[in-house]
């Protein structure tokens, strides 16, 4: 019975060995992860280590115009207003040289003042004899612009208003200076100088300060290209003044009126020119004022 024990506990602790060396002998398991466990992101965000300032942005600075000073918006400029329309350049050229356009834009800011520009085409200079402008002082040539310039507003149904001669730019016409008619017949508007008849064409720019108008002629004054003649005044009659008197005494003399007959004062002979005595004597009491010579008959 004891040998039966042993080979009993022997057996038994053979089984026990053999169990502990395959234990030993697998992998520990992985431990089971329980199910509410926090997942980690997979890329947790790097926060850095100092925070950027933020400036404030800039406000953008106020576009400044281009040197315009503010009174002068809006102010119309003529020979932008002829350039953009276009076939007004020989006209735009005498504006500019004969400072007209000049004058224009200033009076036009400056004060409340109004014109009236009629504007030749370039066809209208065109038919002119060659030479015609070019001919003329540079005086001359600013009257033919201001010719064509008249100093208020004058809207198309605004004409027939106008009392001949219309003053202009050019001169006074209370002094008969440079005279512009018109004449309105219905919708049309005829305009004279007295050497140029024309008709009133489209509207080119319109409003409270400025009216343009086109005309297909050059519109040419009497003053310079048919001036009048100039005449001399008249040399006035010789006036005979009457000799003063002289007291001689108690007698007072009397002047006597005499009377000179210029036709008689030189008388023409076949031997020659002879020269009156009697005339001599007349005009020698004239000028010296002498009385009581006596002349003989």
């Known amino acids: ?104 834009y200033g009076q036009l800011n400056n004060s409340n003042n109004g014109f009236t520009i009629f504007a030749p085409t370039d066809a209208a200079f065109s038919s002119l004899k060659a030479g015609t402008i070019n001919s003329l002082s540079d005086l001359q040539k600013t009257q033919l612009v201001q010719f064509h310039i008249l100093n208020t507003v004058v809207t198309l149904s605004n004409f027939q208003t106008l009392s001949n001669p219309v003053p202009t730019e050019a001169g006074d016409t209370s002094a008969s200076e440079f005279p512009l008619t018109v004449i309105t017949a219905g919708n049309q508007v005829n305009i004279s100088t007295g050497l140029v008849n024309t008709t009133l064409g489209g509207t080119v720019y319109s409003d409270n300060q400025l009216d343009i108008y086109q005309v297909e002629k050059v519109l040419l004054p009497l003053d310079i290209f048919n001036p009048k003649p100039k005449h001399k005044a008249p040399a006035s009659a010789p006036t005979l003044s009457t000799p003063k008197t002289k007291d001689n005494g108690d007698e007072d003399s009397q002047s006597v009126p005499i009377e000179v007959d210029e036709s008689s004062a030189v008388s023409l002979s076949g031997h020659g020119i002879l020269v009156s005595i009697e005339v001599i004597l007349v005009a020698f009491i004239l000028t010296k004022g002498l009385r009581g010579v006596y002349v003989p008959a």
């Open 1 to 104: 019975m004891t040998k039966q024990r042993a080979l009993f506990s022997l057996s038994i602790l053979l089984v026990f060995l053999l169990h502990c060396n395959t234990t030993l002998g697998q992998p520990a398991a992985a431990p089971a992860q329980s199910a509410n466990a926090p997942v980690q992101p997979a890329n947790a965000p790097v926060q850095p280590a100092t925070p950027p300032v933020v400036q404030p942005a800039k406000a953008p600075a106020p576009v400044q115009s281009a040197k315009v000073p503010p009174t002068q918006k809006g102010v119309p400029d003529v020979t932008k207003i002829l350039g953009k329309a276009g076939g007004f350049s020989v006209f735009i050229r005498l504006l500019k040289s004969t400072g007209v356009s000049d004058q224009l």
